[in-house]
């Protein structure tokens, strides 16, 4: 800077040098205006360059910031006739004593060394407390009186004393104009800026300031950019976790968009997972994010699902990404004594714009927390309606998101689990009529329940923490008002297993119950059955297991109806599918050794439901009852009068080698050999060619001149064909487009041709000549065959 | 036996018997026995050719052998060259229906349509093209264009045009040859389209086409008989209709009245073909003995059809084959050792030094499948000869390894009978058991 000063200096001896030319030619030419307008230029240019020379030292001095110097007391760099008071100590100005000022004194008006800025040309410094300045009596003013851009040398005495007093208390109490904050911030702007002292100390005021004084956008918008922007000068690698939550965490910095890029790009370099804290406000201010009424209506369950959505969705908070652009941060200071300096012919921000990572730059990577933001305008849409109209308890609950349900007490679990207590069973289970269910949910007595009813009621339960069996949401079917249900407390959540297996393990427990029941009652050995053959079949996880339990329960207490089960069997398992099913039932109907008549009907009943056949079941009865070892016991029928059928004698036991009536053998062979003459003399496959040899290649001596007549080989074909099979048979396969062509060429229809040939071919040589396929096969084989045989 | 066997007859016989479907080929190299009804139902296309027309029934119980005898009677018409056409009855695809079941059925016939030249369905262009480029090319030899084409195409089918919807038949031929002659793809397609009955509306064949009817629910059987009137004209000995799992009628078309309109569809096609009414066509229909015999649900069920089907003399294996109805016996374990002989045989392509097991091999076979089948195990072939064709392929693969050895491990696999399956009309009438101890 002062090499830069010096040439400075010699520019204006020779711009002086030349204007006392032009100023003695002017004398020399007698033009005495001219010669006053070249001597105003001339001072003019000299003053200019003066104050520029002094900028120039000014902005030498602002390239480090000193971070460790807490200067209680010192001249500010860019005037030597204002002073700064820091922490612990104080200052008088009349009657008022500040206690740690943080700001500038003065004790005359001298404006000597100070900057002009583009809005304050006084050359005073705005926040300067000049103590030779007269004080009035504090006094209640309309809001604005202070005016924009306030300087203490330049608001009236009574403002003076609004000011002090303000300072002297403080400097937390209420404002009644935001001017008095800004005046203040003016002087830690200036020494964060200008004297680059008391970081540490300047950084935190600030963000005090900030969360004190929240009315005015201005000044959010002011003090936020300066927190930002020193940040970024300092080095946002050397603000530690403290400072980073003091200013973020405690004050609306990160409120403002800038904020929010400073942070982010904090995170960023400390390599910090997006927490739900900065995931909610990037939601908040990312312009693409949804508007809606529910964030403010119910604002807690709104965070509390968007918590809930974002950790389960990010365990481990969203690693953020960054743009290549850097991004550009600029601060324009607030102070009037700070703003645009005229500098080299214009005016230039005091603050130099810093680059910093730009995470906010990929706004894709935002895409899933926008997503989650929305889906909790959603859910909670429901909700949110129901709290505008003041409705609470179980419909209010039931409106909100299952998320928040699960951690919510359901305002009805008293009255249902003192009913649930109430239907205990000596074994322990819980068989609860939906008659009785139903009241608590509000539903009136009606012969069936609709499906909707009938779901809400399963919900409520698992709401409280029951399951329910049946359960509605699986079968799909209303409860009726006589129905029971087998309540159990699920191990976990209450779900609603959709998982094919355990429908199909449902239905076949509720078929099997339904055969096993014929008889009348159920036998132990019977529900064993069908439990050892369930847990076989069907891969259950414990909730399905236990779910089926309780299904189980359900259906030892009331056995089923069998048309129905078989009616959804039909329409969702295959004939394989439906045949397993019903061997089962076969098995479950005969594992207590005794096959009565009812069991047989149903099973005959089932088969037949199901679409399979009859004579399958007696197949199946046969096996099973020749695993016993003891003879077949046949009860008499009702029919007495009847008279019986004699029972055929036992059979024989099977030989092991079967024997064969060679005598019938020869007939047979005898009557096959003559219906193979009979076949031949129409088949015609007596003509043998006895030809064992390789197949030969194509033939090269096929004749193609049509004036010499057909060629030899092709004896016997009609006329027209002729020259058209000497051309096809030139290649051994031809697309069906050319083929077509080739057809055309000799005025042949394209598959009249290929039947023609091929019946020639068959006749002839034995075989089709022409394979319809894609492309067309030429079997050349068949004519060097022919070749070979009338050689 | 001793013939060689085609590698695509061999190929295609056992690729079929693996699967456990007859094969559609290569039938007479393992056909067993049936003398007499092979020779009815050639006698049958003896007679359409001569002009008239025949129906059967062919009925028998699962694993007699419908479907191959289906397919033989097949395999012979082709050679006799008679156009094919085969579909399986089911209950989307009948003979009568308001629905547009009656016409899928008719699409899936066309669909399947068989010329000697082409066994495997897909012929219906063909047969098209045959017709108009013979008449084409016998046209042009005299000097004639295309108008005189179109005139002699129509002065052909003029006899069609004494039945029902013959002269929109023959314009839509007209129509596919001017598209051949357009080179316009579209009109050739539109034409098969409406051929194959896959219009459903009139108002897009007239737009398409220029004709007033399509082939629809009513009139398939009218159609069936112009086509077999056509076949002829275009050079062929007829048309045989092949269809089969007419069991789907009986057991599982549970409407009475949808079930008795089908029947009085077979009533009308059995009236047509015995009073000679229709010429050039044959009807072929397959079924269990209970889609014939059930009185509550089969073809005896309607009264004019069991006077006209049953022989109260024809019981206890007695035949007849001057009537309509063919039926077929189950296999004896004799017949099936044949049949293993025959399939021992395909498999050395008719080479008798090539055999890969000696007789003593298939009767252990037998022995196994007696074993592991039960005793009836011969009645029901399919998984027997599945297994053997498996056993024979593992020995041609494996000739160190000895046929004992083999034969050891092997695994059969019974399957489940697909028919008779009861309508919703079947009853638990009970039997007089009451408790049966197991």
């Known amino acids: 800077m002062a090499k830069n000063g010096h040439s400075w200096g010699i520019a204006c001896v020779a711009g002086l040098t030349f204007l006392a030319l032009l100023f003695a030619i002017a004398r020399m030419w007698g033009a005495f205006t001219f010669t006053i307008y070249l001597l105003v230029a001339a001072i003019a240019i000299t003053a200019a360059v003066w104050r520029s020379k002094r900028r120039g030292k000014n902005m030498g001095s602002e390239e480090n910031i000193n971070f460790n110097s807490l200067s209680a007391t010192s001249p500010s760099k860019g005037s030597q006739n204002i002073e700064w008071r820091g922490k612990g100590t104080a200052i008088s100005v009349g009657d008022y004593v500040i206690q740690d000022p943080l700001t500038y004194f003065s004790d005359d008006g001298r404006v000597s060394g100070n900057r002009v800025s583009q809005f304050d040309q006084s050359g005073r410094e705005a926040s300067c407390l000049y103590r030779h ?79 004190r004084y929240t009315f005015s956008g201005s000044f959010l918008s002011y003090l936020s950019s300066f927190i930002c922007y020193n940040l970024a000068r300092m080095g946002l690698e050397k603000v530690d976790q403290n400072l ?194 139903a009241p608590l949910r509000g539903i009136p007595e009606r012969p069936k329940l609709t499906l909707k009813q009938s779901i809400d009621l399963a919900e409520t339960a698992g709401h409280i923490g029951y399951g329910l069996e049946r359960d509605p949401r699986i079968t799909n079917f209303g409860y009726r008002w006589e129905d029971i249900v087998s309540v159990f407390h699920p191990q976990g959540e209450a779900l609603v297993s959709k998982n094919p297996q355990y429908l199909g393990a449902s239905i076949m427990l509720e078929l099997g119950l339904a055969v096993a029941s014929a008889d009348g009652h159920i036998d132990d050995s019977e529900i064993k059955y069908i439990t050892d053959f369930l847990k076989g079949m069907f891969m259950l996880d414990p909730a399905e297991s236990q779910r089926l339990e309780s299904l189980k329960k359900l259906l030892v207490a009331r056995p089923p109806s069998i048309a129905e089960v078989s009616r959804r069997l039909k329409g969702s398992l295959n004939q394989d599918q439906l045949e397993t099913v019903a061997k089962y039932l076969v098995g479950v109907a005969c594992v207590d ?87 031949s003399q129409v088949l015609g496959t007596n003509d043998n060619f006895e030809s064992s040899e390789p197949p030969k290649a194509a033939p090269e001596n096929v004749q193609t001149d049509q004036v010499a007549g057909p060629p030899v080989l092709f004896r016997n074909l009609d006329p027209r064909y002729s020259n058209f099979l000497a051309e096809l048979v030139t290649i051994p396969q031809w697309e069906r487009k050319q083929f077509e062509q080739l057809a055309r060429k000799f005025n042949l229809m394209p598959a009249g041709a290929m039947a023609a040939v091929n019946e020639w071919s068959e006749q002839e040589l034995g075989d089709f000549l022409i394979e319809d396929a894609d492309p067309l096969l030429i079997n050349l084989n068949l004519m060097g065959e022919k070749n070979e045989r009338d050689n | 036996m001793s013939e060689t066997i085609k590698p695509r007859e061999r190929d295609a016989i056992l690729q079929s018997l693996r699967s456990g479907v007859v094969p559609k080929i290569g039938l007479d190299h393992i056909q067993v026995g049936r003398k007499a009804e092979v020779a009815a139902i050639i006698n049958d296309f003896n007679r359409i050719e001569n002009g008239g027309a025949s129906v059967r029934f062919i009925i028998g119980r699962f694993g007699a052998g419908k479907s191959f005898f289906l397919n033989l009677s097949r395999a012979v018409a082709l050679e006799k060259k008679f156009v094919v056409v085969n579909a399986d009855i089911s209950v989307e695809k009948r003979l009568y229906s308001n629905q547009g079941k009656a016409r899928a059925l008719y699409a899936e016939l066309m669909q399947n349509m068989a010329i000697r030249a082409k066994p495997n369905g897909g012929a219906l ?314």
Not at chain 1, 601 to 625: H, M, T, V, W
């Open chain 1, 133 to 211: 300045l007269a004080i009035g009596r504090p006094v209640l003013q309309e809001k604005g009186a202070l005016g924009y851009w306030p300087s203490y040398a330049s608001i009236s005495p009574d403002q003076r004393a609004n000011y002090l007093q303000w300072m002297a208390l403080g400097k937390k109490d209420d404002l009644n104009d935001i001017g008095y904050a800004f005046l203040y911030f003016y002087g830690l702007e200036r020494r964060l800026l200008v004297d680059n002292q008391d970081f540490d100390l300047i950084i935190p005021e600030v963000a005090r300031l900030l969360s």
């Open chain 1, 244 to 437: 980073f939550d003091t200013i973020f965490l405690k004050s609306p910095v990160a409120d403002s968009e800038t904020g929010l890029a400073v942070a982010t790009a904090w995170l960023y370099i400390k390599q910090i997972p997006l927490s739900l804290y900065w995931a909610t406000r990037i939601a908040r201010q990312d312009p693409r994010t949804p508007r809606s009424v529910v964030t403010q209506r119910v604002p807690e369950e709104f965070q509390k699902l968007f918590e809930i959505k974002y950790n389960n969705k990010f365990s481990d908070g969203l690693m953020l990404k960054v743009s290549s652009n850097q991004r550009r941060l600029d601060h324009h200071p607030a102070s009037p004594s700070l703003g645009r300096t005229f500098v080299r012919g214009g005016y230039q921000s005091l603050a130099e714009p810093i680059l910093i990572p730009n995470v906010l730059g990929i706004q894709s990577q935002f895409n899933p927390i926008l997503q989650i933001y929305s889906e909790c305008i959603d859910e909670l849409k429901s909700y949110s309606h129901k709290a505008l109209q003041g409705v609470d308890g179980r419909d209010a609950f039931e409106a909100l998101p299952d998320e928040l349900k699960k951690g919510t007490e359901h305002p009805d679990s008293e009255i249902w689990r003192k009913t649930i207590s109430e239907h205990v069973t000596e074994k322990g289970e819980v068989m609860v009529p939906i008659s009785k269910l």
């Open chain 1, 593 to 679: 050794g005794i096959l009565e008549k009812p069991e047989l009907r149903l099973l005959k009943k089932i088969y037949k439901s199901l679409g399979l056949e009859e004579a399958n079941l007696d197949l199946l009865i046969d096996s099973i009852r020749q695993e016993f070892p003891e003879p077949v016991v046949i009860q008499t029928g009702k029919r007495l009068g009847r008279k019986g059928e004699a029972i055929p004698t036992q059979a024989e036991a099977k030989p092991d080698r079967i024997f064969l009536d060679e005598s019938k053998i020869n007939t047979i062979l005898q009557e096959t050999i003559e219906v193979g003459i009979i076949l």
């Open chain 2, 125 to 438: 262009a063909n047969v098209l093209e045959k017709f108009v480029s013979d008449v084409d090319h016998n046209v042009r030899q005299g000097g004639g264009a295309d108008k005189e084409v179109a005139e002699e195409i129509i002065k052909k089918l003029k006899p069609l045009q004494d039945q029902v919807s013959g002269y929109d038949f023959a314009n839509v031929l007209i129509k596919y040859l001017e598209g051949f002659h357009q080179q316009n793809e579209t009109l050739m397609g539109n034409a098969l389209r409406w051929l194959r009955a896959e219009y459903t509306t009139k108002t897009e064949a007239k737009q398409d086409l220029g004709v007033r009817n399509i082939i629809s629910d009513e009139n398939i059987y009218d159609y069936l008989k112009l086509l077999a009137s056509f076949t002829r004209i275009a050079g062929y000995t007829g048309l045989l209709v092949n269809i089969d799992e007419m069991g789907v009628l009986s057991h599982r078309l549970n409407n009475a009245i949808a079930r008795n309109q089908n029947y009085e569809t077979i009533l009308r096609i059995l009236n047509d073909c015995l009073q000679g009414n229709v010429s050039g066509i044959g009807f072929v229909f397959a079924g269990t003995d209970g889609f014939l015999e059930d009185n509550r649900r089969g073809l005896y069920s309607y009264e004019a059809l069991a006077t006209r089907l049953s022989n109260q003399f024809a019981v206890k294996g007695l035949k007849d084959y001057s009537g309509p109805v063919i039926s077929l016996e189950c296999l004896s374990p004799e017949d099936l050792f044949v049949l293993l002989c025959n399939i021992r045989n395909v498999f050395a392509s008719g080479d008798k030094a090539k055999y890969l097991v000696p007789d003593e091999a298939m009767k252990e076979f037998m022995s196994l499948c007696s074993k592991t089948l039960g005793a009836d195990y011969f009645k029901t072939p399919r998984d027997l000869i599945k297994s053997f064709v498996g056993f024979l392929s593992v020995l041609e693969q494996n000739p160190s390894v000895s046929w004992k050895d083999i034969l050891c491990s092997t695994k059969i696999e019974q399957s489940v009978d697909p028919e008779s399956i009861p309508g919703p009309e079947d009853k638990d009438e009970g039997s007089d058991l009451t408790t049966l101890k197991l």
